[in-house]
Every structure is written in structure tokens, then in C-alpha cells.
DNA sequence: ACTGTAGTTCCAATAAATGGAACATATCTG
DNA sequence: CAGATATGTTCCATTTATTGGAACTACAGT
């Protein structure tokens, strides 16, 4: 096995729940003798990829990481389009927001703008939640062909549930999730693509639900779908639609 | 020369003013042979490492990049708790907030939090800063022994005026950057430290300096030093300072 | 269809990675 | 504080991945 695949191994433990290593945690959870777990991790500090905590032998991703995660931000105008229009939003109404990506069953939020009412959601960059149960995950995966989601979720026991809600989100151009991950907390989602690319991002909106009419949720949904409409219209977005939104007051 | 020292470069080629890469350009800046450019490219693409952006030729970062950086943040207590500072005084004041690391001459901020008045300074999360330059540097420069300053910055025409400003930081308790970095920009920094892992970060709020009285100023240094105080308190931070301020209005 | 540019695949030679065991160091426990 | 245990490092010959050059393929512009 090469040492880039032992290595990228070793970056994959990172994550929900672990933020920092051990040269025998290494061993146990890759299957490495310890004399490679050592050297692997070694070599990976002598380069920049890891770097020991304090006195510590616990190590954590290098500083590196840092800017390359700022380079992934920068390499895609659309995540950084999408998160002017989530910013300006979240200042609006004063609810927390974010950008977020699919990856396979799993959405994560990719930037994050943490509102300024009181009461508020507090932003958990980095947390992955299943797709299809959250309002960003179905935006994205209702941009997928729906053959493409049976196979995805074969075998599934909701999956008719779930290409019903999705033919929904199509419907109405945009998905609301209501206590499905936390208590108390709802949410709306849009999400856009970049043809060139085949990227997409959802935007959302999330907040405590006992603080939102439906006429304000509108209004924030609203106010997502201009700035991704235009998002859309700029890079070619054929599949975006503009939402349906049956409580808005007319300006 | 070992494939993880090529993978390592090739990440360091991401940063300022480049977030993608061909294999030609791997080629020429590292000067590797264009079939290894390839081979390394692909190796790294297997792992994740990379990714192709859409179908052009061009690479960036992975995906798995996002989540070693809020690793990164999430490993370190410190810097968890000194963006709760900043957060809430960037709320309360409107101005756009940083959290900085020092890495050798330069700073970077790792974690930002955008102000909210109407004229704010637009966070740029990841731009590097000469660490002498700027509030945040002095501040982290500030925390080592003058001799080690020296020796960093041996050679360097303005060497006394460094040591000098530094010695007020010590003395003072902050450091403030007036148009340093940006025209028309304003910075207050405090530094903090966490003995049991050596790591020093450094809040800072970033403002309009025509938008700011000095007793403004004054209280907003007031409560980033509390903050950072009561970090410093619970951490055995033994270096931190209350700083001195001569215009604030006694509450 | 042609030319230059960019990227990939193939090969034997070379340099790096591997696992086991001995060694060293930290951490726990009574 | 000594002895025990868990954790991390160094050394070695062996195995195997990586290397650079050259030939090959794909592609964009004219």
C-alpha cells in the first residue's frame, strides 16, 4: 500500500468526533504495525500534514489545512457567490446560515454565518448530517435523476417516502426541514449549480421555529431564491426554479 | 525524494492567488518530470486529496480538506474559546473580528467573524500578513523573548523600531495597527496563550478608523481583554496583561 | 488535416516503504 | 518509588512502490 493512501487513511480519521490522533490509535484503526503507524505519522509531520499538539504526542491536521480548505472556498465562484447572497440574508433576518455540499448519503456545511438575534442557531461547521433528512439534503439530492436517488437508497426502507418529498422540493423550488435534526430548530433550504462544474450548493436558513410566521419564511425564502436565481441565470442553471411561495405578502 | 514530500508540495502551491493546478504547472514549479506531475496528481486524486474541478484539467484541493480544517479548530480548546470572544464582540460592536496564528514571519487568520454595520471591513480569511505589520503579528510577536524576535528579524533595516513597538505591546497590554494593511483600517489585538500546548492566538476587531472615537476603541479593547482574561485565568496563561487604558469612561 | 500543447502509459533502474524485534520512553499502580 | 504496562521509536534485510525518459494519446487552435 502506498504511504499517499496510508496517509489520506490517516486524514479520513479525522472528523465528527475526533480531532486529534495517536500513533496507536493509528495502529489499531488502520491495521498498521506500529512501526509503520509511527513512521507514517512522522513522515506526515515532517511535511506538513500533521502537527503534534503541544508537548503532547496527539496530533492534529497541519496549519495547511487551513489554507487549503480556504483554496477549495476560492477555487469555486459558486460557493463563494452562494455565500455573499447566505450572509446577507442571515443579517437580514438575523438567523444563522450556511452554504452546504452532498457527498454521497451525507450533506456538510462548507461555510457557515452565525445570525445576531438572541435566540439563534448556533453554527456547527463541519457536522455531517444524512441527506435525506434534512431540508439542505433533499435541495441537493432533488437535483439528482430520480433513478439515480433509487439506486443511492436501495434497499431503503422510506425510499418511496423520500422520492415523494423529492418530487416536492422539485415542485416548489425549495425544501423545508421542521425538528428533523435538532429540537425546536426549522429550516429552509435552495439550492443552485454551476453547469461548468457540475457543482452544486444549497443555501440555507435555519432558526427556532417557534419565531418564524409562515409569512417570514416566505420572505426568507424569498430573499435565498433572488440571490440564487441570479446565481443561476449568471452560470446557465437550467434546472433552478423559481420557488412557489403561497404566504407571501406582495411587496 | 518520497511521494508524501511531492503530495506536501503540491498542496503548498495552494494559497494567495492560486486555488487550482494543472499537471503542467506541477511540473515546472516543483521541476518534476511531467510523467510524475501526473502520476502524482492522479495518485492524489485517488485519495482525495484532490479533486478535478467539473471536467477541465484543473485540480483542487479535496473536499476532505473542509473537514480537516474545523479538525483543526475543533483539536485546540483555545481557539475555540477565544472565537467566542471575538463572535460576541463583533456582534456587539458590528465590526468584523478575527482569530490569528503566528507562522514564523507571518499571520493568518484562521477564523473570522463578520461585522454587521453597514461599513464594515470584508473578512478575508486565509490572506497572509507580515507578522511585524500588523496588530495581530506585534501582538503574537510580542509573546516571545526579545532575542528570539532578533534573531528572527536579524538584518531587518527596521529591526529597533520592531523591538521598541513590541516592548509597548508588552507594556500596554494590545497592540493597534492604524492603515497598516489596508487604507482606512483600523485594528485593536490582544493576545492569549495556552501553556499547556504553547499555542498563542491573537483577537482582533477591524473597523472603519473615521467610525471609531478613542473611548470606542477603549471599550471594545476592554472587552476582548476580558475575554482573553478569563481564557488566560483558566489556562495558567502567567504572560497575559490587563491592558492599560486611558480613555475609557468608567462605567 | 496539421501543429503545438497538455496529459498519460510503459519500462527497467532505483530509492523508498515495509514488518518484525529489540530498544526507549512515558504512564499507571500499589 | 519500584515494578508493571502501555506507548512510541530505531534498526534491519526484504519487498515493493516510485522514478525519469521516451513513446503514445488527446485536444485546441488555425
Not at 4 to 33: K, M, Q, Y
Not at 58 to 69: C, E, F, Q, V, Y
Not at 152 to 179: C, D, I, K, M, N
Amino acid at each position: 500500500m502506498s504511504i499517499l493512501h496510508n496517509a489520506s487513511d490517516v486524514l479520513r480519521c479525522f472528523g465528527t468526533g475526533c480531532s486529534d490522533i495517536t500513533v496507536t490509535e493509528v495502529s489499531t484503526r488502520l491495521g498498521l504495525p506500529k512501526a509503520s503507524a509511527s513512521r507514517l505519522l512522522k513522515a506526515m509531520r515532517d511535511c506538513g500534514m500533521l502537527e503534534e499538539i503541544g508537548g503532547t504526542r496527539r496530533h492534529r491536521p497541519g496549519r495547511m489545512m487551513l489554507d487549503l480548505a480556504a483554496a477549495f472556498r476560492h477555487s469555486s465562484g459558486l460557493i463563494g457567490r452562494a455565500g455573499e447572497v447566505v450572509a446577507a440574508a442571515s443579517r437580514r433576518f438575523g438567523h444563522t446560515g450556511y452554504i452546504s455540499l452532498r457527498d454521497g448519503f451525507e450533506v456538510t456545511a462548507i461555510a457557515d454565518f452565525e445570525g445576531t438575534n438572541q435566540l439563534r442557531v448556533v453554527s456547527n461547521i463541519g457536522r455531517r448530517l444524512p441527506a435525506h433528512a434534512c431540508s439542505t439534503g433533499r435541495t441537493l439530492l432533488a437535483r439528482l435523476p430520480e433513478a439515480e436517488v433509487a439506486r443511492l437508497y436501495a434497499g431503503h426502507p422510506e425510499l418511496e417516502l423520500l422520492l415523494s418529498r423529492l418530487a416536492q422540493v422539485r415542485a416548489e423550488g425549495f425544501a423545508v426541514s421542521t425538528q428533523e435534526t435538532t429540537l425546536g430548530v426549522e429550516g429552509i433550504a435552495i439550492a443552485v449549480a454551476d453547469p461548468a462544474t457540475d457543482e452544486v450548493v444549497s443555501l440555507c436558513l435555519v432558526y427556532p421555529h417557534t419565531l418564524v410566521t409562515p409569512e417570514e419564511r416566505d420572505e426568507m425564502i424569498a430573499m435565498l431564491a433572488e440571490g440564487a436565481g441570479e446565481i443561476a441565470a449568471s452560470l446557465g442553471d437550467a434546472a433552478f426554479m423559481q420557488p412557489l411561495l403561497k404566504n407571501r405578502i406582495p411587496q
